[in-house]
């Protein structure tokens, strides 16, 4: 069994503040839209905690960025730019998750610190982090203060359209928290990715990788 | 003389024969001589008696009516004295009348009883009926005034003016009068005027409310101009109101500033509209007890209470009129908040709003203290939302435009859709007790906007009070509304009612309703876009989009794990496979 340093520990706080903020999120969140079917808190508390959260998140969306971008890591995100290598690239992993992992295959991506996600991770956490996040941050601190912000929503369409932004957005990230939880889970154990964002190290067992 | 003849002829034949023709020819002859000599004689005398007749025959009359010690005692108790200056009478111009040509009842043979008359005043009419018998009508109504009190049964007696024994021209007397007083003269009487529609209006002037009002050193004629000793113009007017209507233009005369600022008024846009219940100066001031300013600026002397009852009551159950009422000054009354001339209507939200503010200077501060976005609260939320509560609530949904920021008015979106309005109109009304749909609120924006103006037309909510008369029971502070949850749940009374409310350029609004759904509808993310109340005014769709989402972000997984327990015996048999190869390695 070999280990690799895979998440040094700027991107391993980041993580579970985030993993921890967006649960916080989601409840409040629930709370607030669904004032007339949920009483988990006061609504004036569900107001103020996610506030508050959602400033927690928008600093810790800037620990991720200045991490990645000074120390040039960034590129993990990037999918390759030859559209075919990614493409082929794609339908591999797809291919492994839809069949391989079924038949007992082996993942055709090997985590390494410099090529850390394979390319339907790269563009989904590409779109997560640089369409995504930004978007339900900014459509948060808009509706955090709708007066102060009333000339951008307005140039995005309205109150309403904002509102609808970051609710979708919400019910996208719900969803995909489920699909996330669930592909951590599916490394050679199943708490081995979970193990391995806690320490960094995420253990190979012997036989795998290139 | 003639009888002693008589006798002594009848004495003896002779003497009758003889004395008989003798006195015969005497009397033929002399009676004329006789006459004659008596009339010469009694000339003078009669050229004395032409003037001295009244007094002559006067003089039973006199001989009690130039005492002034009698006094006549009417039904009522009331006395007036008889007596009768025959100086003065001598110089009038009927000295040349006897007593009994003006008290025709009155001979030495009948004499009225003391008690033959109900009163003074019932005497001095029946007294003043006889000049009529020589002043006829058309004498009379040569004079305006006259004209005026001859077709009246219960004008003032000629006697009023004139005098009686004394009798003078009017003009001897009222010319030494003030101008006040020669008004006076007949509208101190209790005469009264009947309108075109039959309504009767006093035309009594009690002088001393006059007096003590502020207009108490002005002129009649000041305000009832066109009116003096010489011109007294005969107006008819068909019923009260538009007769207070012409009278209260006398006001602006002196009170142009005021006059100016009603023309502002609801009040005056109802009367340019041909309503005649809405107020003019005098409905609110009075006629001729005009008092100060503080007047109207009482619990008791307020005058907006006489049509505005309903709002009246429920203000003098709030914190404001319990205020007034215990002797706060600076308690507010109606005129402080929608102004006393240019009177304004709540649908004006910003011009109410600065009201609140005005006194409450500290109120946006204090709101921050512990309201979150107190300025979006303070600019969506009317005051009396919270601060009247057990009211009925509301959502208002008004037009709005975004470029000008201000609301946009039903003239404006008459003018911009023309005939299509009046057809939106009329849709809106017939939807009776239904309510408006959300798709309809959208057509209304869609058309608006699309009409190639300047205007960014969108429907805009504001939480009010939906009983207007109920947003002026404002209720102390500790009983306000502080609870996020009354207004954010969609379970709260105020999405349940929903006003769509037209606003004119006036600041009258025209309501009608709307389905409560409107505010939760697709159609909502154009028409309301700019109206969402955290936790109440939801879009519905995304409810069900957001179902969809989270049941397919959890049955990916759920499938995935499926598939992979029934393929495990796959697995299973290429591992053991793969062990059997190497194991055979």
């Known amino acids: ?210 | 003389m003639f009888e002693d003849t008589e006798h002594k002829a009848g004495k003896g034949t002779l003497g009758l024969v003889i004395l008989g023709p003798l006195f015969g020819l005497l009397y033929v002859c002399f009676l004329p001589l006789i006459a004659l000599m008596t009339l010469l004689l009694a000339l003078p005398e009669l050229a004395v008696a032409k003037k001295a007749e009244i007094v002559d025959n006067a003089g039973a009359c006199m001989s009690c009516h130039s005492s002034r010690e009698f006094s006549k005692t009417f039904k009522n108790k009331e006395k007036m004295s008889v007596f009768v200056n025959a100086d003065d009478f001598k110089g009038t111009v009927h000295a040349f009348l006897s007593c009994t040509d003006c008290h025709q009842k009155v001979s030495l043979n009948a004499h009225p009883g003391r008690s033959s008359y109900d009163s003074r005043e019932a005497f001095l009419l029946a007294a003043s009926a006889a000049c009529r018998n020589c002043h006829s009508d058309t004498q009379l109504k040569a004079k305006p005034v006259h004209a005026f009190l001859t077709n009246k049964t219960n004008g003032p007696p000629c006697i009023d003016c004139h005098g009686s024994h004394s009798v003078k021209r009017s003009t001897a007397w009222k010319n030494t009068l003030s101008d006040n007083q020669y008004c006076l003269t007949c509208h101190s009487q209790k005469l009264t005027k009947t309108l075109g529609n039959g309504e009767k209006i006093s035309l009594f002037i009690d002088p001393s409310p006059l007096k003590a009002s502020v207009h108490g050193k002005h002129a009649c004629t000041d305000c009832h101009t066109g009116f003096s000793r010489t011109s007294h113009p005969t107006r008819d007017f068909s019923d009260k109101r538009s007769r207070s209507f012409v009278i209260a233009e006398a006001c602006k005369r002196c009170h142009l500033d005021k006059h100016n600022a009603v023309r502002e008024s609801i009040h005056f846009k109802l009367i340019s509209e041909g309503n005649s219940k809405a107020p003019v100066c005098t409905d609110c001031h009075g006629f001729h007890n005009v008092g100060p300013k503080a007047t109207y600026e009482t619990l008791s002397g307020v005058p907006c209470k006489g049509c505005h009852e309903e709002v009246f009551k429920r203000y003098q159950k709030s914190v404001h009129g319990m205020a007034k009422a215990k002797g706060h000054t600076g308690a507010p009354l109606c005129s402080s908040c929608h102004f006393a001339h240019e009177v304004k209507i709540s649908a004006m939200n910003e011009r109410i709003k600065t009201a609140c503010l005005g006194c409450h200077k500290e109120a946006e501060a204090k709101h921050e203290k512990w309201l979150p976005n107190a300025g979006l609260h303070l600019s969506a939320v009317a005051c009396s939302a919270c601060h009247s509560p057990n009211t009925a609530k509301g959502i208002q949904l008004r037009l709005y435009d975004q470029n000008t920021d201000k609301p946009f008015t039903e003239e404006q979106a008459a003018k911009l859709l023309g005939s299509e309005y009046q057809a939106i109109l009329q849709r809106i009304s017939s939807h009776g007790g239904e309510g408006l749909e959300s798709d309809e609120l959208w057509d209304i924006v869609r058309k608006l906007n699309n009409k190639g103006t300047n205007a960014k037309v969108t429907f805009l909510g504001r939480m009010d009070v939906s009983n207007s008369a109920e947003a002026h029971q404002l209720a102390l502070k500790k009983d306000a509304v502080r609870e996020c949850e009354q207004c954010h749940t969609s379970e709260s009374d105020f999405f349940k009612s929903v006003t769509v409310a037209v606003v004119k350029a006036d600041g009258r609004l025209r309501n009608f309703k709307a389905k409560p759904e409107v505010l939760g509808s697709v159609f909502s993310m154009v028409s309301l876009k700019q109206f969402y109340v955290l936790g109440s005014t939801r879009l519905k769709a995304l409810d069900w989009i957001g179902i969809l989402m989270v049941f397919g972000g959890l049955s990916m997984p759920l499938a995935h794990i499926a598939l992979r327990v029934l393929t495990s015996p796959i697995r299973e048999a290429k591992r053991l496979n793969k062990m059997r190869k190497e194991g055979k390695r």
């Open chain 1, 1 to 210: 069994m070999k280990k690799i340093y895979l998440h040094p520990l700027p991107i391993r706080i980041w993580h579970w503040i985030n993993a921890v903020s967006f649960i916080v999120l989601f409840v409040t969140g629930l709370q607030i839209r669904y004032r007339d079917m949920l009483s988990l808190m006061k609504f004036r508390d569900a107001v103020d905690l996610h506030n508050i959260v959602g400033f927690i998140l928008i600093f810790n969306f800037f620990i991720w960025l200045v991490y990645y971008i000074f120390s040039g890591r960034i590129r993990i995100y990037i999918p390759p730019l030859s559209v075919k290598k990614f493409i082929t690239g794609c339908i591999r992993q797809a291919r492994y998750y839809g069949y391989g992992i079924l038949l007992g295959e082996e993942n055709p991506h090997h985590s390494t610190p410099e090529n850390k996600f394979n390319p339907m991770q790269q563009m989904a956490y590409l779109a997560i982090m640089v369409i995504l996040i930004p978007m339900q941050l900014v459509s948060g601190l808009f509706l955090w203060d709708i007066k102060q912000f009333a000339g951008p929503i307005n140039l995005a369409g309205g109150l309403k359209v904002v509102d609808s932004v970051h609710v979708v957005l919400f019910l996208f990230f719900l969803s995909f928290i489920f699909v996330h939880i669930y592909l951590a889970t599916l490394g050679h154990t199943a708490t081995a990715h979970i193990k391995a964002m806690f320490t960094g190290y995420e253990e190979i067992p012997e036989g795998h990788g290139r």
